[in-house]
Nanobody, 120 residues
Framework: QVQLQESGPGLVKPSETLSLTCTVS??????????WSWNRQSPGKGLEWMGA???????YYSPSLKSRTSISRDTSKNQFTLQLSSATPEDTAVYYC????????????WGQGTQVTVSS
């Protein structure tokens, strides 16, 4: 059974880069047929898809965040990483990494989520 775990700073200052890592166990991020995504939920708002990286390393980004978002991976550690530049208080949210099977695009394995607050 695949497991995902987010890690990273819980507090980021405005204008800095928010960086989070998702460590995957029980399955490889290079296994074909899956996307590895980053999502977030701000207080009072729905879940927002931010972007994903495919098993081949191809990246996909939400148009609204594309200019500030970068997703990369370290296959030797079975990790993928989110970087969100020029953070603002509006980026305060719970961030989730989620595995998505390409066959149905349904979220099937979630990390527990990590709270990130952007504040000075």
């Amino acid at each position: 059974q695949v497991q995902l775990q987010e890690s990273g700073p819980g507090l980021v200052k405005p204008s800095e880069t928010l960086s989070l890592t998702c460590t995957v166990s029980g399955g490889s991020i290079t296994t074909s047929g899956y996307y590895w995504s980053w999502n977030r939920q701000s207080p009072g708002k729905g879940l927002e898809w931010m972007g994903a990286i495919g098993s081949s390393g191809t990246t996909y980004y939400s148009p609204s965040l594309k200019s500030r978002t970068s997703i990369s991976r370290d296959t030797s550690k079975n990790q993928f990483t989110l970087q969100l530049s020029s953070a603002t208080p509006e980026d305060t949210a719970v961030y989730y990494c989620v595995r998505v099977p390409a066959i149905n695009n349904q979220f099937d394995s979630w990390g527990q989520g990590t709270q990130v607050t952007v504040s000075s």
